[in-house]
């Protein structure tokens, strides 16, 4: 046995409990800021209940339908980070990341997603980040929603943490086809012209939508008159 060998082991054993306890500590870590985007959620949640209480209050119907959270999964955190050219880290997460943490909004009628998105704006502790429209706006495929990024404090034991959530509403015929839409697109060789078919019937679908919408809206103005 070399001289060294006894010292090299214990080295490498060092090491290795090194590793483990760095690995202990990023679990530790990742754990941790996942419960503050729960928290986060949470606190959207009871804002939006709220609001929809008063307005039950004021108007006698209710603007919310339902609401929906989830946390991203890790897997998708990891692969939005590399898509965009980042490296998986949880500074990462914070820094490059605003929809770990999201809550869809289905509402029965679309002048109420704008009174919401507008109440949440007035809010004192609540930032709107970034605000993208794609009722006004739709996207291609005939996508329509509205999708705010908010800043939310979380009280913690001895501090106040920022943190921000996706929120998106859209009425139930949004919702409807924007399901359907997620389920027919993972449908795999299907062959371009039959592709480009579907595509084009979302797309007629999605304006089928939008006129329901509206026609909706129609008829419950003249009930309300």
């Known amino acids: 046995m070399g001289t060294h060998e006894p010292y090299a082991k214990e080295l490498n054993n060092l090491l290795d409990e090194m590793q483990i306890e760095a690995m202990r500590e990023q679990f530790t870590r990742v754990k ?20 929809n209480e008063q307005f039950a209050l004021q108007n ?41 943490a999201g809550i869809r909004v289905i509402c029965s009628f679309v002048d109420d997603i704008y009174m919401l998105a507008d109440c949440l704006s007035e809010q004192d502790d609540i930032e709107i980040l970034a605000r993208k429209d794609y009722i006004k706006n739709p996207k291609p495929n005939g996508y329509r929603s509205l999708h705010l990024i908010v800043q939310i404090p979380i009280f913690l034991q001895n501090e106040k943490k920022l943190m921000r959530v996706e929120v998106q509403l859209r009425t139930i015929a949004m919702e409807f086809w924007a399901n359907l839409e997620h389920k ?3 449908k795999k060789n299907l062959g371009e012209k039959t592709e480009i078919e579907i595509e084009k019937g979302l797309k007629e679908c999605a304006d089928i939508s939008a006129e329901l919408d509206a026609k909706m809206y129609e008829i419950r103005n003249k009930i309300s008159r």
């Open 60 to 100: 006698e119907r209710n603007p919310i339908e339902s609401i929906k959270s989830r946390l991203k999964s890790m897997s998708s955190i990891q692969d939005k980070l590399r898509r965009n050219g980042h490296t998986v880290s949880i500074d990462n997460i914070e820094e490059f990341l605003s929809d770990v």
């Open 184 to 186: 027919l697109r993972y």
């Open 32 to 51: 941790e800021l996942m419960t503050y985007y729960h928290c986060a959620m949470l606190e959207m949640e009871t804002k939006l209940n709220v609001l």
